[in-house]
C-alpha cells in the first residue's frame, strides 16, 4: 500500500483510508465482531488511517475502535471529529464548537478510543455563530496540549479555509468527493492544493453508486442515510443507474473492478487526495485497496470522464434536512 502525507508535520498514512461510519450502524445493523474482523484485514492490507466521529452510533464507532485497539494506538492513524450534537431522543441535531464543549467531547472520545492522543481532530461541522478564527485558536490550544496531532475541519468552504490557516496550520479538510459528487473541483481542490492541504475524500464510492454492486433502495433499512436521499429516489435513481451500469462494464473491460476504479480516479485527481471508503466487509475493503496498485493513463481519464460526465447525477446530493451542515460555496 502507498502512502500519502497526512499532517504538515510529514505523518504519512496509508494513501486508501477506512472510513468508520457504519460501524456505528449508519447503513444497517452491524456488530463488533463483524467490524474487529474489518479492522484486521486493515492491518493485513496496509491501510493505517481511520477515520472516525463522536456521532457515529452516538459513540459506538470509536467504543468498537476502542475495543480492538485495547490501548496500543500504533496500530493505527485516528482521525476523529466534533462540533454535532445529537438529540437520540427526538433525533434533533446542531452544531456547537465552543471551547469548552470541544474539549469536552474530544476527552469523550479519547476515553471510548482507549488513547491519549488522536493523530488529527476535525471540526465536524462549523458552529456559524462563531468565527472560524476563534476556533482555531481553541484547535492550536488543544495542539499545544498534546491531545491532537493535527487540525481538520469537514465540508467548510475555501474562503473558510483560508481564514482558519491565516490563523494556524490546517492539515486536513474532509470534503465528499467522487465522480458523482464533485463540488471540490469548484475551488477546494485548488485552495488545499495552494495551502498545502491534505483533502479527505469521504463517499469516494458515492455512496455505493459507482462500486461494484448497485445498490436496490427497495432494501434500503428505515435508518439507512440514503432512504430519503434524493439520488436514491425515483426519478432520479432509474436515471441515474444506467451511468453506473456503464461505469462497471468499463471497469470490466479494464480488467479490473468499479470500486477500485473509482478510488483510483480519486487518487488521481491530486496527489494530497485520501479517499476514505467506508465499509464493514473485509471483502469489500480488500477490493478498495486494489486502487493504490491502479495507475489510470490520461486515456483512461478521458474515457472515465465521457462515461460519467461533471454533474451526470440526478437529484441533489442532500435532502432538504441533510443539508444542513456542509457550506455551500458556488
Not at 205 to 213: E, F, P
Request: proline share 5%; with cysteine.
Amino acid at each position: 500500500m502507498k502512502k500519502r502525507r497526512l499532517l504538515t508535520s510529514g505523518v504519512m498514512v496509508s494513501e486508501i483510508g477506512l472510513g468508520c461510519m457504519s460501524f456505528g450502524g449508519f447503513y444497517g445493523a452491524t456488530d463488533e465482531t463483524e467490524s474487529h474482523e474489518t479492522l484486521g484485514a486493515a492491518l493485513d492490507l496496509g491501510i493505517d488511517f481511520l477515520d472516525t466521529a463522536n456521532v457515529y452510533g452516538l459513540g459506538i464507532s470509536e467504543t468498537v475502535i476502542g475495543s480492538f485497539l485495547r490501548g496500543d494506538a500504533s496500530k493505527f492513524r485516528i482521525a476523529t471529529k466534533a462540533g454535532i450534537w445529537r438529540d437520540k431522543e427526538h433525533g434533533n441535531r446542531g452544531f456547537n464548537n465552543k471551547p469548552d464543549y470541544l474539549r469536552s467531547e474530544l476527552e469523550g472520545s479519547l476515553r471510548r478510543l482507549g488513547v491519549e492522543h488522536v493523530d488529527l481532530f476535525y471540526i465536524h461541522r462549523r458552529d456559524r455563530e462563531l468565527e472560524i478564527e476563534n476556533v482555531m485558536e481553541t484547535l492550536l490550544g488543544l495542539k499545544a496540549e498534546g491531545k491532537i496531532g493535527g487540525i481538520g475541519f469537514s465540508e467548510i468552504a475555501p474562503a473558510s479555509l483560508r481564514r482558519a490557516v491565516a490563523v494556524g496550520p490546517v492539515d486536513v479538510v474532509q470534503s465528499e468527493y467522487s465522480l458523482w459528487s464533485r463540488q471540490p473541483d469548484l475551488g477546494m481542490l485548488q485552495a488545499c492544493q495552494d495551502l498545502g492541504v491534505t483533502l479527505v475524500a469521504y463517499s469516494p464510492l458515492a455512496r455505493g453508486m459507482v462500486s461494484s454492486v448497485t445498490p436496490n433502495p427497495t432494501t434500503f433499512l428505515d435508518k439507512d442515510f440514503r432512504k430519503n436521499n434524493p439520488r436514491f429516489l425515483e426519478p432520479n435513481f432509474g436515471f441515474n443507474r444506467p451511468y453506473a451500469k456503464a461505469f462497471q462494464a468499463y471497469a470490466q473491460d479494464n480488467g479490473t473492478t468499479a470500486t477500485a476504479l473509482a478510488l483510483a480516479w480519486c487518487l488521481a485527481r491530486g496527489e494530497n487526495i485520501i479517499p476514505i471508503p467506508g465499509t464493514r466487509s473485509p471483502a469489500h475493503l480488500s477490493e478498495c485497496a486494489l486502487a493504490s496498485e491502479l495507475t489510470l493513463t490520461s486515456d483512461m481519464m478521458t474515457e472515465i470522464e465521457q462515461i460519467l460526465p461533471a454533474g451526470w447525477a440526478h437529484g441533489d446530493r442532500y435532502s432538504q434536512a441533510q443539508w444542513n451542515g456542509p457550506e455551500g460555496y458556488c
